[in-house]
């Protein structure tokens, strides 16, 4: 059982409050870490009792780990990235028998992977994450750890057109440039790319250096090289993205073009000063793994129709909704691609560009030098376009040219930061769009967001607690359907029970009746009303058909969704 589904035992147990895990998700989303770490955090539970209950759950003896002392000759049975990779801390050898704490006895691949490093049998306990990796931090000295991983590394990246800055910090430059610093980046990006990575984060604190790697929406703690290499660490980096590495007070912001595994991969990096150092993030965009087929992404049936019917119309707006990271530019890039024909003049406005389509003219946006949404949509107009994407429509000129387009025999493809389509209406005309304007403008809304897919390698069928049946609003009948299902964690997985991820989208077409609504400055209520009664699914609506499925868990649904009012 992976750590996201204690959270639901928890519940059921009665050993935390009802409203306890929608606070720890917001925990989460904040200060990231698991659910156990975030109910502890909110006081939902204490770390006495949790350790108590996972005893329970995993029917193994529990250990308090707060007086824990290091036994050196111990702790190099077990190298120390396997030690944080499965949160687990070997305690005391006796014979051919191994006592190792563990957040997760129930990981058999754990269990099997210590066997095997070790040559000894495994006796699991169980602690809290929180005290696992206290204990970790207490055991592993970080430089003997980055012995570790780097043992056997080879350069395995290319760097295409890399040019080192011309900087007078001699000492930074040489740093970056020795052999294990190389290695080590290189190793980070290419197990981050194998692994379907899609941001990399390095993380400098007062006496160590963080580095998490973003899966399927969620951040994973990786490893933490060590602290003495931090400045060459992150120095290397922005060589690579051809950075600036004497100036450590600003941000900034470059792009790496790499050659690995065979295919050419781009990272966007950027660099934010903090307390103790550089933070750096980097966003992987590998086209390989570019998924531009609507009908792949997660649709309905006739949402699909809807959207389809939508972006073929010669002209009107069709806008995309959702948070950052919610797939919004993978839907307008897929939307594009379906009706990208040689006949058809189809231009772009995007910040920053994240993707190369052929056959589109893609315009990145440059705000310090006036190159701006709304200035590229004017050049756009005297470009002879039949089709316009523009990134995001921020502000009331951009709006305002936008609606103007989509009224003049061009199609406009945009996105707006909105909770759900039908509030979408709303948020134009707040902007300063008249309605008679939206009315006539706007043919299509889509909200989206992105759930996990339970793995398919490990995925068991698991009966919901009522409590979380009831703030799904399923019913009985959905009970005995049965069809809910979790991951265990396996290979394939990384142990999350998580691979991948799948749309749930809200298509929201204008309909007549709601373009009179419109006129009428109608509430959002109402027009959702409108909406659901002319059939559209709402996101919620639209998991729970997932949900059913086998495709996603309730924790994902409760987590991505809000119920429908």
Same mark, same amino acid.
């Given at each position: ?11 059921? @147990? *009665? /050993? %935390? =409050?009802? #409203?306890?895990?929608? $606070?720890? +998700?917001?925990?989460?989303? &904040?200060?990231? !870490? ?40 111990? @702790? *190099? /049975? %077990? =190298?120390? #990235?396997?030690?944080? $990779?499965? +949160?687990?801390?070997?305690? &005391?050898?006796? !014979? ?41 931090? *207490? ?427």
């Amino acid at each position: 059982m992976q750590q996201e589904n204690v959270g639901l035992k928890l519940l059921e @147990a *009665k /050993l %935390i =409050p009802p #409203d306890a895990l929608q $606070k720890a +998700q917001q925990q989460i989303k &904040s200060g990231g !870490g698991s659910i156990s770490q975030a109910l502890v955090k909110i006081g939902a539970i204490t770390e006495e009792n949790l350790a108590k209950f996972l005893s329970d759950l995993y029917s193994v003896p529990s250990v308090d780990l707060s007086n824990f002392i290091p036994d050196p000759s111990v @702790a *190099k /049975l %077990i =190298p120390g #990235d396997v030690a944080n $990779k499965f +949160q687990i801390v070997p305690l &005391s050898r006796s !014979g051919r028998r191994l006592t190792v704490a563990m957040a997760n006895p129930s990981n058999i691949f754990a269990i099997d992977d210590i066997k095997f490093i070790t040559g000894f049998e495994v006796q699991p306990v169980v602690a809290s994450e929180a005290a696992i990796k206290k204990a970790i931090d *207490k055991a592993y000295d970080s430089v003997a750890s980055f012995e570790n991983v780097m043992k056997g590394m080879e350069d395995e990246i290319e760097v295409i057109e890399e040019q080192e800055d011309d900087t007078p910090d001699v000492t930074l430059l040489g740093e970056a440039e020795q052999a294990p610093v190389v290695k080590l980046v290189n190793s980070l990006i290419t197990d981050a790319v194998r692994k379907g990575a899609s941001d990399i984060h390095i993380e400098p604190y007062e006496r160590s250096l963080r580095v998490r790697f973003r899966i399927d929406g969620t951040l994973y703690e990786m490893m933490a090289p060590p602290f003495r290499m931090k400045a060459a660490i992150i120095s290397r980096l922005k060589i690579m993205a051809e950075l600036d590495i004497a100036e450590r007070r600003v941000p900034q912001d470059g792009r790496i073009k790499l050659r690995l595994l065979g295919r050419t991969i781009d990272l966007r990096v950027s660099s934010l000063p903090t307390i103790f150092g550089e933070k750096v993030v980097m966003r992987i965009l590998d086209k390989g793994n570019l998924n531009i087929d609507l009908n792949k992404l997660g649709f309905q049936e006739q949402a699909l129709g809807d959207f389809s019917r939508a972006i073929a119309q010669p002209y009107g707006m069709v806008l995309v909704t959702g948070p950052t990271g919610s797939g919004k530019t993978t839907t307008l890039y897929s939307a594009l691609s379906k009706i990208n024909v040689p006949e058809t003049n189809i231009m772009t406005a995007e910040d920053p560009v994240e993707y190369n389509l052929e056959g589109i003219n893609q315009v990145l946006i440059h705000e310090e030098v006036g190159l701006t949404f709304a200035a590229s949509l004017k050049a756009f107009l005297r470009q002879d376009p039949n089709i316009i994407m523009v990134g995001e429509i921020r502000d009331l000129d951009t709006a305002s040219i936008a609606t103007k387009a989509a009224l003049t025999g061009h199609l406009v493809l945009s996105t707006l930061h909105t909770n759900d389509a039908p509030s979408t209406i709303n948020r134009i005309i707040d902007m300063g769009i008249e309605p008679f304007l939206v009315a006539s403008s706007v043919n299509l809304i889509c909200a989206q967001r992105l759930l996990r897919k339970v793995c398919q390698s490990c995925k068991t069928e698991i009966k919901l607690h009522p409590e979380v049946l009831r703030e799904l609003g399923l019913t009985e009948e959905d009970v005995r359907k049965g069809g809910f299902f979790e991951g265990k964690g396996c290979v394939d997985c990384n142990n999350t029970g998580y691979k991948g991820r799948s749309g749930v989208y809200e298509v929201f077409p204008v309909s007549p009746r709601i373009r009179d609504q419109i006129l009428d400055r109608a509430s959002t209520s109402d027009i959702k009303k409108s909406a659901v009664t002319d059939g559209m699914l709402t996101l919620r609506s639209d998991a729970l058909i997932k949900l059913k499925k086998g495709i996603t868990t309730a924790e994902e649904v409760l987590k991505e969704t809000a119920a429908d009012r």
